[in-house]
């Protein structure tokens, strides 16, 4: 790699750090190509993506950025995930982890905070954005529903009555 491949990839692990919402680190040492592959499909279908750069390059990308505490989490074989959302990631890796004893999670940021391991895995029990937009869109419905059906029934009891006082004038 010449040094403007080199720069170009710093270029590139600089954006991914800025741009991110979270970005694990872990290593996968061991990992086989189809177990790799694997991990890169879960994080893209998660909408995240997974980076294997040399450790060196990635503490130059990291320099005078909020994040570069996680320069400590930089030896030996290292993989990035990251993700828009701030959350998308940090659920994969730790579902992965979990699955394959050779992905291991040393750290990560988010928002311009370092995690510690028990960090990236309390940002992987938050709920997602979808999750949240469905739980949001779910309170707002709600109260909709409950006035329509609370409009609704006095119509109806007001019907039964008419017709339980006509039944009776019938008879």
Sequence with gaps: ???????????????????????????????????MQ?????????????????????????????????TEFLT???VLSYSEDPVAAAKVAEDYAKANDKFVILGGAMDGKVLDRAGVTAVSKMPSREELIASIVGCIGAPASN??????????????ILSTIEEKAAA
């Design 76 to 78: 030996g074989m290292t």
């Design 1 to 35: 790699m010449d040094r403007a491949q080199k720069e170009k990839v710093v270029e590139e692990l600089g954006q991914i750090f800025e741009s991110s919402g979270v970005v694990v680190v872990a290593h996968y040492e061991g990992l086989t190509v189809a177990e």
């Design 38 to 70: 694997d991990l890169r499909a879960r994080m893209r279908e998660a909408g995240g993506s997974v980076r294997v750069a040399k450790n060196r390059l990635a503490k130059i990308a990291l320099e005078g950025t909020d994040v570069s505490g996680i």
């Design 147 to 160: 006035i329509a059906g609370a409009i609704g029934a006095p119509a109806s009891n007001i019907a039964s």
